[in-house]
């Protein structure tokens, strides 16, 4: 895998798929669950799964407190 394949995918998966994931989920730990078990399907070379969860918490928090302010 090139270098800059492996951004395209890290880009993906944090700012595309990971907040899609926060959208469409009822609780942070379905969102944490899905984010896991996505990241095993080919994303585990450049985030731990610690990190992930707070990442996941992260982006929750942004997703989710946009949507409260409208």
């Not at 395209?8 to 798929?17: G, I, P, Q, R, S």
């Not at 669950?33 to 399907?41: N, V």
Request: proline share 1%.
């Amino acid at each position: 895998m090139s270098a800059k394949y492996k951004e395209h995918l890290e880009e993906k998966f944090l700012y595309t798929l990971i907040p899609n994931i926060c959208k469409n989920s009822d609780a942070l730990e379905e969102a944490q669950g899905k984010a896991k078990e996505l990241r095993k399907k080919g994303y585990d070379f450049f985030i731990t799964e610690d990190n992930l969860e707070i990442y996941v918490e992260e982006t929750w928090n942004e997703v989710w407190g946009k949507f409260n302010e409208q």
